[in-house]
């Protein structure tokens, strides 16, 4: 599958669907690159045929989610310099913590993360990132 991307004449590009993340459910991009920078899209569990499991495999699938966006506007999670993670109890904040360790581990971007109503997912997450010397974008 090849990434659905959209450049405007003022150097914004808009990254339509990323291989293998499902769609958005709304008139938006899942990221939008401009100025060396990449804005994500809040990322939810969600991936085709995967079904409800256990809070932190919905870390994964999230932050799989995430990178994969990342990766096709041309910037990876090393590139991350702000995190904002969105939580629908206060109680998952340590397993969240303990599986965002393993994708971010000593690279520590800012992060702000809130607890809020959220429908009918258990997280959600949106990043800001560099876009990778050399990517193009």
Excluded at 23 to 48: E, K, R
Excluded at 87 to 102: G, K, M, R
Aim: proline share 6%.
């Amino acid at each position: 599958m090849s990434v659905n991307t959209n450049t405007n004449t003022s150097g914004i590009t808009r990254i339509d669907s990323a291989p293998g993340v499902p769609a958005a459910v709304g008139p938006y991009a899942q990221a939008t690159s401009a100025g060396g920078f990449v804005f994500t899209t809040g990322q939810i569990p969600a991936a085709p045929g995967r079904s409800a499991d256990a809070f932190e495999d919905d870390v994964h699938a999230t932050l799989r989610n995430l990178e994969a966006v990342l990766h096709a506007a041309g910037s990876d999670l090393d590139h991350v310099v702000k995190v904002n993670a969105y939580l629908s109890s206060p109680d998952q904040l340590a397993p969240f913590n303990q599986v965002y360790e393993t994708f971010f581990a000593d690279r520590r971007p800012a992060r702000t993360t809130v607890c809020v109503g959220l429908w009918g997912v258990s997280l959600e997450i949106d990043c800001v990132a560099v876009v990778r010397a050399g990517a193009g974008q």
